[in-house]
């Protein structure tokens, strides 16, 4: 069974920076689509970033020129560098796994999630 677990949340505020991590147990990162995205108090789930099979990212508009998606050599995590955060970026952040040959944007697509992550930005 695959789990997945981030972590690196926290508190920050607005024009800092924070480093997610999300590990795997039950398989790695190695050939897989990877995805963050985040979810905020009464609003949809929305797609943040992903890295492809192929090493390929994605970002969504809100965060492009300020987060990256990174995989380690390995594969045995994710990371999301999210630089000049803003107090819109506060949300619980969740990585998840998309079996497939592309990440995609659309949550219904990935097949594993983890529990999510805090991140909160104060202004």
């Known amino acids: 069974q695959v789990q997945l677990v981030e972590s690196g949340g926290g508190l920050v505020q607005a024009g800092g920076s924070l480093r997610l991590s999300c590990a795997a147990s039950g398989r790695t990162f190695s050939g897989s689509n990877v995805g963050w995205f985040r979810q905020a108090p009464g609003k949809e789930r929305e797609f943040v970033a992903a890295i492809s099979w192929r090493s390929t990212t994605y970002y969504g508009d809100p965060v492009k020129g300020r987060f990256t998606i990174s995989r380690d050599n390995a594969g045995n995590a994710v990371y999301l560098q999210m630089n000049s955060l803003k107090p819109e970026d506060t949300a619980i952040y969740y990585c998840?796994?998309?079996?497939?040959?592309?990440?995609?944007?659309?949550?219904?697509?990935?097949?594993?999630w983890g529990q999510g992550t805090q991140v909160t930005v104060s202004s």
């Open positions: 998840a796994v998309r079996d497939g040959s592309y990440p995609g944007a659309n949550p219904r697509y990935y097949n594993y």
